[in-house]
């Protein structure tokens, strides 16, 4: 850069940072935007034992930071990040994870989105184990963690650009004062998009040295991208020294060096011949979905479309550009974080530029595309790209998109109140013009940008909608959009989006093949047993550092004759070592879920403490249940009245076809209830699903204040 | 008839094999596992395992999401 770059210092706080000791810095950062205080805070042992880090860490430092009426906009509510020990480890495939955790603005509790990129692992080696990032700026600020500099600097930087990828740019010319240094800068942004919304997400940098530039993971659900423009900041950076592949100092290299090197031969293996991940990374699912009437079609009404093969995994592994290491962490073979280059916008105010487009995945594709009836791949990298460089979800925006088209097409929009736009199923440029309104903040990008919950609300209000009809096709439970799997035929799965503590974003529990397809979890108490297992497990991936894909995405078939094959026990089995590995502490798979159950019981009993996290929260719209209209009953007729026949002994020959959808209504309605009842029980939580004072207790989380959250509960539950 | 996962029943026809069964269900996804009374079939002898009626037959895909 040879123009001159005006940088504003407004806070700043000196420090040296300290050695990593297997895997922890032992000191979290904390920066008040508003305030310019900067502080470092001490991990405790007993912090580390029972929170162990990520998610953890992020809670724990969040509980302590608000107060019960805190809201997403309020001045204490913060964005925290942390990856987690084994965050940063480079040997073993998916390893370098961050989380972040704050007050949503759409569902208004706890949300927590994982992100790969290299901001959480650099901030570790950078001498921190979390960030927390508290108040409100008065003006546009980028947070700068210098650890060659050994300070921490709240910054104006008038000159910055707002959008991802014009910001990223930027900012890693002005920072790196040779070419080199930029392999170790990582920073997390928003947009324009965050600014007008509340579906702002984050994107983590990562710098690709094969592509000589930056690209960009995102950490998207429930809105952290608004949070971190409400607060005026532009971005978190971190300036880390160079580190080897040992930075974590972990206690045993030997032994992640021995299961790594076992883990790699098995995706080396096994990857080409199973879900080629290296090749079409997640986008393999899409023709799979639609085979197994998974694939959202036309906000969720139906599965399956045969245009969905125009966009399927091998169409993808044709468009994605081959050959290049794209691991979001060092030394990640599997390598799905696919881009397509040199990509040219057709619209918005980039149109004519030819950019990198990171993904898309395939919850990207199932949003922006199929569930809006969109099968157009250059339309879907489009919508991509801008939602990632405004700030915005693609899962939020896509399935709030798809569900005002249903909208427009029931006649409760029209083109008068759409500003013009015909905004039916398919209609891709409607859904990009909407797309630049949400970053302008007009038009229908303000309605947009609202999400479901509140958009069906101005629609009831403002326009007339029944309210029924539009709490039925909404596709949100809680407040956040659903992620990209139709769980109409899995019971399990209904209860794997809506009995959640973040809301419907599958990486609690996606159990749609064991349930409904392989018929693994016949009886309440199979599926409460799962809805207990996969997420306690699956949230402990969150809590290391880790990608929960090289657990399930690419399996030795010796897999298939283990007891418990839906479980992995030999990848279960490198997780054990390779934490013990770096941290010391010898485990098993009953104190991962322990370690787990710790930090989900406190995420849950977070919601109450905000107003919510009880029964009433845990449902989903019927959408997600069973057949709305008769649109869609009758597109599975035979499937579903067979359903009448089989479980409820009803002739369905002798039935309108209203009395059939009713009896439906009946019957899935009452048996998401047993199902609620079950998993309530199984994770010792009453029917209201308010952990008990003993399960907290026992959990070792029974602190004063967590205890006095739930005793208010229980006392009036009796 | 046949069953299929302890729960659907399918019609059997003479000469009906795992390959056509896969087919006939549109089971794609490439990692999984089947048995026809209790005996694994391999994966290179799916075209020509004959399925006899009456067969309980087990297809699970591992498959875990993302
Ligand atoms: S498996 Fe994919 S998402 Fe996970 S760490 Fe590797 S590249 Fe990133």
Redesign the pocket.
């Known amino acids: 850069m040879t123009e001159k770059i005006i940088r504003h210092v407004l806070a700043e706080f000196a420090y040296q940072a300290p050695k990593i000791e297997r895997g922890y810095a032992n000191q979290t950062l904390y920066v008040n935007v508003a305030t310019g205080e900067i502080k470092a805070k001490p991990v405790s042992e007993e912090m580390k034992f029972k929170f162990t880090g990520g998610k953890g860490f992020d809670l724990w430092l969040l509980w302590n930071a608000v107060n019960d009426n805190t809201k997403w906009n309020s001045p204490e509510n913060e964005i925290v990040i942390s990856s987690g020990p084994c965050g940063g480890t480079t040997q073993y495939?998916?390893?370098?994870?961050s989380l972040v955790t704050t007050i949503s603005p759409t569902t208004e509790v706890i949300t927590d989105s994982n992100a790969?990129g290299h901001f959480g692992p650099l901030l570790k080696f950078s001498g921190w184990d979390a960030i927390e990032v508290q108040g409100i700026a008065e003006r546009d600020v980028v947070v700068i963690v210098d650890a060659i500099a050994g300070k921490v600097t709240v910054e104006e930087l008038p000159d910055a650009p707002t959008d991802t990828h014009l910001l990223g740019a930027w900012l890693y010319d002005v920072l790196a004062e040779k070419p080199h240094e930029k392999y170790y800068i990582a920073m997390v942004s928003a947009g324009t998009g965050a600014d007008h919304s509340l579906l702002g997400c984050l994107n983590f940098s990562l710098y690709d040295r094969k592509r000589q530039d930056v690209r960009y993971?995102q950490a998207a659900r429930g809105g952290p991208g608004t949070v971190l423009r409400h607060k005026r900041i532009k971005a978190l950076v971190v300036r880390a020294k160079p580190f080897r592949g040992d930075a974590n100092h972990p206690a045993d290299p030997e032994r992640i060096a021995r299961v790594g090197a076992d883990m790699q031969h098995e995706v080396a293996t096994w990857d080409p011949v199973q879900n080629r991940?290296r090749n079409r990374?997640t986008p393999y699912l899409v023709g799979i979905m639609s085979d197994y009437d998974l694939l959202p079609v036309n906000n969720f009404k139906f599965g399956s479309h045969p245009k969905a093969h125009d966009i399927n995994g091998a169409y993808w592994e044709t468009r994605l550009t081959q050959g290049l290491p794209?691991?979001?962490?060092y030394g990640?073979t599997?390598?799905?974080?696919h881009a397509v280059d040199g990509f040219e916008l057709q619209t918005g105010p980039y149109k004519g530029q030819r950019v990198i487009v990171d993904g898309p995945e395939y919850e990207t594709i199932g949003a922006v595309g199929s569930t809006c009836g969109i099968f157009d791949a250059d339309a879907i990298l489009e919508l991509n790209f801008y939602c990632d460089t405004y700030g915005i979800d693609t899962i939020s925006y896509g399935n709030t998109i798809g569900f005002l088209m249903e909208c427009y097409e029931a006649g409760i929009l029209d083109l008068e109140k759409t500003g013009g736009l015909e905004l039916t199923f398919g209609n891709a440029a409607a859904s990009l013009e909407i797309l630049h309104q949400v970053a302008q903040g007009e038009g229908l990008g303000r309605l947009a940008g609202l999400g479901i919950r509140k958009a069906k609300a101005y629609l009831i209000e403002h326009f007339e909608a029944d309210p029924q009809f539009v709490q039925d096709i909404g596709m949100e439970n809680k407040g956040m959009e659903y992620s990209m799997y139709m769980g109409k035929e899995s019971l399990a799965q209904q209860g794997g989006y809506a009995l959640t503590n973040k809301g419907p974003q599958h990486d609690e529990a996606w159990l749609i093949f064991m349930d409904q397809v392989n018929n693994q979890l016949p009886t309440f108490e199979d599926k409460a047993e799962a809805l207990h297992y996969f997420p306690m497990w699956r949230t402990w991936f969150g809590l290391c550092g880790f990608?929960?894909?090289?657990w399930n995405?690419v399996v030795d078939p010796k897999n298939s004759k283990s007891a418990e094959p839906a479980k992995i026990p030999h990848h279960v089995q490198n997780y054990v070592d390779i934490f013990a590995a770096v941290t010391g502490r010898e485990i098993d798979i009953n104190d991962i879920i322990a370690m787990s159950e710790r930090v989900y019981n406190l995420q849950r009993v977070f919601n109450i403490r905000l107003g919510k996290g009880l029964r009433e929260h845990d449902y989903p719209p019927y959408r997600g249940v069973g057949p709305v209209t008769e649109e869609e009953y009758e597109s599975r007729q035979e499937r579903y009245d067979k359903q009448l026949r089989e479980w409820l002994g009803l002739d369905p020959d002798a039935m309108t076809l209203q009395e059939k959808m009713a009896a439906h209504r009946k019957y899935r309605t009452e048996r998401y209830e047993h199902l609620m009842d079950a998993v309530y029980e199984r994770r010792g939580w009453t029917r209201n699903g308010v952990p008990t004072v003993e399960k907290l207790k026992a959990l070792g989380i029974g602190f004063p204040e967590v205890l006095a959250v739930v005793e208010k509960h229980l006392q009036v539950e009796g | 008839m046949i069953t299929l996962n302890k729960r659907e029943r399918l019609e059997w026809q003479e000469g009906l094999t795992v390959q056509a069964l896969l087919e006939r269900k549109t089971f794609t996804y490439p990692h999984i596992v089947i048995s026809i009374n209790g005996i694994v079939i391999d994966h290179d002898a799916y075209a020509e395992t004959l399925i006899p009626d009456e067969a309980d037959v087990r297809v699970i895909h591992l498959i875990a999401g993302g």
Request: aromatic residues 4%; hydrophobic residues 25%; glycine residues 22%.
């Open positions: 495939p998916g390893s370098g994870k790969g993971k991940m990374g794209d691991g979001c962490w990640c599997i390598a799905c974080a990608c929960k894909l090289p995405d």
